[in-house]
Structures are given as C-alpha cells and as structure tokens.
C-alpha cells in the first residue's frame, strides 16, 4: 500500500495549486489531506468518502479548498485557490478504513509555500 503525493510549489499569495494523491494497493473508504506549518502540529484540512459522500472541511480552508476523487485513477485531489501566505506548509495525503478509525496510512508529503 502506497499514497503518492505531489502537485506542491511555490506561487504567489491569490494564486492556486492542486494536489495529487494517488493509492496504490488498494482503495480505501475514506481519504484525507493534512498539512503542517513549521512549528506547528499536523492539522486537519480536508476528507472524502470514496463514494463521494461526507465531504469536510477545516474552517480556515472552507470556500477557498475543493477535496475530490477520480476512482477510476484511485487518485484524491485538492484544489487550492486564493491561497494565503498562511496555508504554507508541506501538505500530506492519508486514508483510513472506515469513518471510525484513525487515519493509518500517509503519504510522503508535498511542499506548499505562498508567498506575499
């Protein structure tokens, strides 16, 4: 089981990127992406459902971050626009197999640095 995930870089504050992660292995009912600033804990962005369904957001990226799937590549995606010099961070992708439990498998984690 592997989650790859890319799609990081450096763009100006306002500009957009999105994230890849692609599942190797297997699929998984539930897929996230976390991110963590330097000097700052791992924190929750964004979760879908395989089936599409309970779709969440973190507060801070709601209207700005768009979390969805292709099942046919088993490749969960982030859509990132409007980004601000505080979603800096190296962003990581992580699957879990029910709802109920923790996330058990992560990726490698990407870079994502906006600039003011």
């Known amino acids: 089981v592997q989650l790859q995930a890319s799609g990081g870089g450096l763009v100006q504050a306002g500009g957009s990127l999105r994230l890849s992660c692609a599942a190797s292995?297997?699929?998984?009912?539930?897929m996230g992406w976390f991110r963590q600033a330097p000097g700052k804990e791992r924190e929750f962005v964004a979760s879908i459902r395989w089936s599409g369904e309970n779709v969440y957001y973190a507060d801070p990226v709601k209207g700005r971050f768009t979390i969805f799937r292709d099942n046919a590549k088993n490749t969960v995606y982030l859509q990132m626009n409007s980004l601000k010099p505080e979603d800096t961070a190296v962003y990581y992708c992580?699957?879990?197999?029910?709802?109920?439990?923790?996330?058990?498998?992560w990726g490698q984690g990407t870079q994502v640095t906006v600039s003011s």
């Open positions: 992580a699957a879990r197999d029910s709802d109920f439990q923790p996330y058990a498998y």
């Open positions: 292995g297997r699929t998984f009912i539930s």
